[in-house]
């Protein structure tokens, strides 16, 4: 713990503060309001954002992203989580975020990272996330919510400035043409002589932020408050197995042979058997656009495609995330003698393939016609 004196010197020494943080012994960090924020941001925000979190965080880990001075980490330790890990892009925030939490005798880490470093393997994971003022501040905004989804086990609070619709932000429409929602987005043009330290990129209307927050991947994304010009949305992401550590795909599929033929005759009737699994987070439709089917293409020996699309055959009913089923598919062998190649992959009907999708290539089998 510090003395009055040595917090006193240390918050003159790592001002300005955005974060108004009591330490004890009379000492603020800020006693002047900063920018158009009130004299004691965050005060009102956490009045709501406390209420999205369990009043007791006994044991759970939370992660505060652009934590800033920490004022929300320190609240996320007084109701007793376990580690709390802030982290932030500049170092002047870091520096006052370790100094606020050794004045109040916390047990916080700190870390001077930005959102788009995180991942579970550097991290770690996190029962709870926070990604509060964050959002408009990036330039990949969908990118930072992906790697906010990669590390949170359970729990996403995000905050942010929104668009507040109006004439020239009209709230979501119908496209005709596209056959499905628009939803505003605003990109803010930045100008150096603002001299900012973090400039703001996008700011998205509501719906856009939700859509973009289940589309990550997180379900059951709720708006809790949204007060002028600001929301506050509170999305969990769908359980984990223990093993996948690694962000899933919204189409990933994992195949395996079950029967198929190792050698044939030109020509020749082959049928394959094939177990597939929805290891992704989206639902397979089965029919219209999108529908999934198992598709095969077929290569050389050495992997010069012959014919992109050499047969497939319908899931012929819905599989949601986990679901299984067993397909069989038959194709001509060709008539020319040779070794080929037979890459088996999902393909989401006038959609993609799921390997172009970023999917890893599902299932190769090697032929040879003789
Ligand atoms: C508007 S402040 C919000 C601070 C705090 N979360 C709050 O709500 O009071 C934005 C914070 O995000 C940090 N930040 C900006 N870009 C970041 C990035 N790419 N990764 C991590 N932090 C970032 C800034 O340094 C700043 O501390």
């Known amino acids: 713990m510090l003395t009055a004196e040595e917090k006193r010197t240390g918050v003159q020494r790592l001002g300005p503060w955005f974060h108004q943080i009591d330490l004890g012994d009379g000492v603020l960090t800020k006693s002047r309001p900063a920018g158009t924020e009130p004299l004691d941001h965050p005060r ?12 007791d965080l006994e044991g759970r880990s939370v992660l505060d992203v652009g934590c800033n001075a920490g004022f929300y980490a320190i609240q996320a330790r007084r109701r007793n989580a376990g580690r709390v890990l802030g982290i932030d892009a500049r170092r002047q925030h870091v520096r006052q975020a370790r100094f606020a939490a050794r ?5 916080i880490e700190y870390e001077r990272m930005s959102v788009y470093d995180l991942s579970p393997q550097v991290t770690g994971m996190f029962d709870v996330t926070l990604a509060l003022g964050l959002l408009y501040h990036c330039r990949h905004p969908l990118l930072a919510i992906e790697k906010l989804f990669g590390v949170t086990r359970d729990l996403l609070v995000v ?5 507040f619709p109006s004439p020239s932000f009209p709230p979501t429409e119908q496209a005709a043409n596209l056959g499905r929602p628009l939803h505003p987005l605003a990109y803010v043009e930045n100008h150096t002589a603002l001299n900012e330290p973090a400039y703001n990129w996008f700011v998205p209307g509501v719906d856009s932020l939700m859509a973009m927050l289940r589309d990550a991947g997180f379900v059951e994304v709720k708006l809790a408050y949204e007060p002028a010009a600001r929301a506050l949305i509170v999305c969990r992401r769908p359980l984990l197995q223990a093993d996948s550590l690694s962000m899933p795909h919204m189409l990933a599929a994992q195949l395996s042979m079950v029967e198929g033929p190792a050698a044939c005759r030109p020509d020749e ?24 089917r198992l598709g095969v293409r077929l290569l050389d ?16 009913h819905q599989v949601g995330p986990g679901g299984e089923v067993l397909l069989n598919l038959s194709v001509t ?14 393909v989401s009907e006038q959609v993609t393939w799921f390997e172009e999708a970023g999917a890893t290539m599902a299932l190769v089998h090697r032929v040879r016609v003789s």
């Open 44 to 55: 009102s925000t956490w009045e709501l954002v406390g209420r999205c979190l369990p009043a």
């Open 301 to 316: 020996e050495a992997g010069e495609e012959l014919v992109p699309d050499y047969g497939g055959v319908a899931v012929g």
């Open 333 to 346: 062998a060709p008539s020319r003698p040779g070794i080929y190649r037979l890459e088996f992959d999902m």
């Open 269 to 292: 009737s082959l049928a394959f058997r094939v177990a597939v699994k929805n290891t992704g987070l989206s639902l397979w439709l089965d029919r219209g656009p999108g529908a999934v």
């Open 103 to 107: 004045a109040l005798g916390l047990q």
């Open 159 to 163: 905050e942010s400035e929104v668009l």
